[in-house]
């Protein structure tokens, strides 16, 4: 396993049951800025349904911008 980057958490709600994480170290950015995660909340299915949309498509942002990265070293 590989960590591809690290959050800070920058809010706890206990009583929203929310989490805020912030991104501190992304060396090549696949995860968004600031990322909350919430249970029991009106819009969690919709909120977790994007979340989970966007890490499965960031294994192939990070193929693409890794193979730009290695296009660009053998120019």
Do not use: N
Not at 5 to 19: F, H, R, W, Y
Not at 21 to 44: I, Y
Not at 57 to 63: C, E, H, N, T
């Amino acid at each position: 396993m590989e960590t591809v980057a690290i959050m800070e958490i920058i809010s706890l709600d206990d009583t929203k049951g929310t989490v805020s994480l912030q991104r501190v170290a992304d060396p090549f950015e696949t995860l968004p800025v600031k990322v909350s995660l919430a249970k029991d909340l009106p819009a969690f299915d919709d909120d977790f349904k994007e979340i989970s949309e966007f890490c499965a498509d960031s294994p192939k942002r990070l193929r693409e911008k890794l193979k730009s990265m290695k296009l660009g070293e053998d120019a």
